[in-house]
């Protein structure tokens, strides 16, 4: 779909990632994908963190929400409940 090899299915109707890795084909895929996207990250991520995801967010459209979850790193040891919130 849209040149993306992760995505499988043509009924996709969100795109939510937490914590992810975002290559600049990524982002590109990104800016162009119709459906809401969620993107959750934590603020003490030192593998991805917050600060990364906001400028490249700029470029993507509408409908979007970015959401940190404080004090939570990149294996969201003892965030998983609050993590699970917000997908959910």
Same mark, same amino acid.
Do not use: C
């Given at each position: ?7 499988? %299915? ?6 939510? $990632?937490? %914590? ?5 084909? @990524?982002?590109?895929? $990104? /800016?162009? /994908? @119709? ?7 934590? %603020? ?12 490249? $967010? ?5 409908? @979007? ?17 609050? $993590? ?5």
């Amino acid at each position: 779909m849209d040149g993306n090899p992760n995505v499988t %299915s043509i009924f996709l109707t969100l795109v939510a $990632l937490i %914590s992810p890795q975002l290559t600049d084909e @990524k982002w590109q895929w $990104l /800016r162009r /994908r @119709k459906t809401p996207l969620l993107l959750i990250a934590g %603020s003490e991520d030192d593998e991805f963190p917050p600060a990364q995801y906001e400028a490249n $967010l700029k470029m993507v459209p509408e409908p @979007k929400h970015f959401h940190v979850i404080k004090g939570a790193d990149h294996f969201w040891v003892g965030y998983e409940t609050e $993590l699970a919130g917000q997908v959910g």
